[in-house]
């Protein structure tokens, strides 16, 4: 899958292309599923926080295959080996949307034994960024209150496990009411329809006027100022997407802790991959984590419906394709 300029789902291509046999510390990985993101939508549309390279940009953060081949001084992997991709690279040179891949051994990791390939192809990349920016970075403690923004999308039904699997309370937000069951279902503790309530007092009122003792918010922009009022003194705000492109806005509620995440943090790191790996591995075999897959798609050129259906926000978990 290619695009040679910026736009809508349009834009991106199916092409045939020669792929080179893999090099030192390299490794050729058949693709049996994609894993959307939201990041994609964004790099295609040119509103990434980096730019494609055209023409013949690649795309695609997440995949689960099989490893083909492995080049020299390759000891992680050998062929026969089920793996996940790192969504450690560049998109617009090591983009995983394709049939095969020659990516750096370093880009991957095992697929957890046992995982199917689209359940695997929504695992890592949603899972991770979750783990990362409550477990690792903002600390989070059985009992807290935690607060996430956008919790319908693949990132924030993770969080919900992550946040229950941790012993705190997930309370979410969502657009529109006809999501609030479904979150529910998915272990939301309470949910706020942001469209007809308001986050900030809702997020308030289910605390006993405390607040929340953390923020994960997929939104940014100017909105995020005001989600400082919903968060207790010394709190914890974690920006990780900005689904609303206007520059975002810091509250003013000191003293407050804020970090902006990005995945590759933890997945750029061998010891981080590591660490994710088992916390990932453990909560898949106690049934703590359960990734949600919205809708599966048959066959690399659904990738385009795949991108509408995202862009949307009528789903609610991941999107994964089928080759």
Known sequence: MLFHEIGGPDVLTVEEAALPAPGPDEVLVRWETLGLNRAEA????????????????????????????????????????????????????HGVHAERSVLPAAALVPCPAGLDAV??????????????????????????????????????????QVVRRAGAVPIVTTRTEGKRRQLLELGAEHVIVSDDEDVVHQARRLTDGRGVDIVLDAIGGPGFA??????????????????????IALPRQWPLTVHGYANIVLSGDAAGRHRAAHY??????????????????????????????????RHTGKLVVRL
Do not use: C, K
């Open 226 to 247: 005001e989600l400082g009022g919903a968060i207790v003194r010394d709190g914890t705000l974690v920006s990780y997407g900005w689904l609303d492109e206007r520059p």
């Open 42 to 93: 964004l790099f295609r549309a040119g509103t990434y926080y980096y730019q494609p390279t055209l023409p013949a940009s690649r795309i695609g953060y997440e995949a689960a295959g099989e490893v083909e081949a492995v080049g020299a001084d390759v000891t992680a992997f050998a062929p026969g080996d089920r793996v996940l991709a790192a969504a450690n690279f560049p998109l617009g040179s």
């Open 119 to 160: 359940t695997g192809a929504a695992l890592w990349l949603t899972y991770t960024t979750a783990y990362g920016a409550l477990v690792e970075r903002a600390g989070l403690l059985p009992g807290q209150r935690v607060l996430i923004t956008g919790a319908s999308s693949g990132v924030g039904t993770a969080a919900i």
């Open 280 to 313: 990932l591995a453990a909560g898949l075999a106690d049934g703590s984590l359960r990734p949600v897959i919205a809708e599966v798609f048959d066959g690399l050129d659904s990738i385009r419906d795949a991108h509408r259906l995202m862009e949307s926000n």
